[in-house]
Each structure stands twice: as structure tokens, then as C-alpha cells.
Nanobody, 121 residues
């Protein structure tokens, strides 16, 4: 029912920027939070940034000051502006939404398919 589709990944040189987008569609009653996680080869998936419906943001320490998460609630879309990228940012980035698909449904996590970000010269 619920689909999260990411876009904006690609290859960028160190110091460059990318802007990721994630649009949620389908059966959505309410979205509590949206965010971004990433997973590098051989590593566990880790939180990058999240944003609640109330506007509270959370960033992992390594991206603070470089990444900015924002949301367009009318479009059920979350963005991740990534600046000053380093090779350590290379990973598959996954969109996450904590949402209820219906009034009676519990809030649960939904995931996008991922978009690859590669930072290399």
C-alpha cells in the first residue's frame, strides 16, 4: 500500500552536494516522522536524520552542520540536503516513514528501496 520512492542519489566529488528526495504515496492516514538512514557495505544501517511532524529534527553527529532535513507535508515528501560530502558519506540511503496507514492501524516503519550516494574523486 504505502510506497516510499527516493531520488537524487548519484556520484559526487568530495566537497560536493546532493539533495535527496523521498515521496510517500498510497494509503497514508498520518505521518508521524520521516527521515533518512544509510547503510554502507558490510555495515549496519544507521540513522542519518529524522524529522517529526512537530518539526523536531535529529541528526547523527557526523552530519551535523553539513546535512539538512526538511519536509513538505502537503506532498508527503522529505528531503535531505547534503553538503560538504566526504567519502565516509558513501552509502545506500534509505527513506523511512513512521506512519499510520489508517485510523485503526498502529504507527509502523516503512522504507524506500534506497538510493546510492557515492562520494569519490
Amino acid at each position: 500500500q504505502v510506497q516510499l520512492v527516493e531520488s537524487g542519489g548519484g556520484l559526487v566529488q568530495p566537497g560536493g552536494s546532493l539533495r535527496l528526495s523521498c515521496a510517500a504515496s498510497g494509503s497514508i492516514f498520518s505521518i508521524h516522522a520521516m527521515g533518512w538512514y544509510r547503510q554502507a557495505p558490510g555495515k549496519e544501517r544507521e540513522l542519518v536524520a529524522t524529522s517529526t511532524s512537530g518539526g523536531i529534527t535529529n541528526y547523527r553527529d557526523s552530519v551535523k552542520g553539513r546535512f539538512t532535513i526538511s519536509r513538505d507535508k502537503a506532498k508527503n515528501t522529505v528531503y535531505l540536503q547534503m553538503n560538504s560530502l566526504t567519502p565516509e558519506d558513501t552509502a545506500a540511503y534509505y527513506c523511512n516513514a513512521k506512519l499510520a496507514a489508517s485510523y485503526s492501524a498502529a504507527t509502523s516503519d516503512y522504507w524506500g528501496q534506497g538510493t546510492q550516494v557515492t562520494v569519490s574523486s
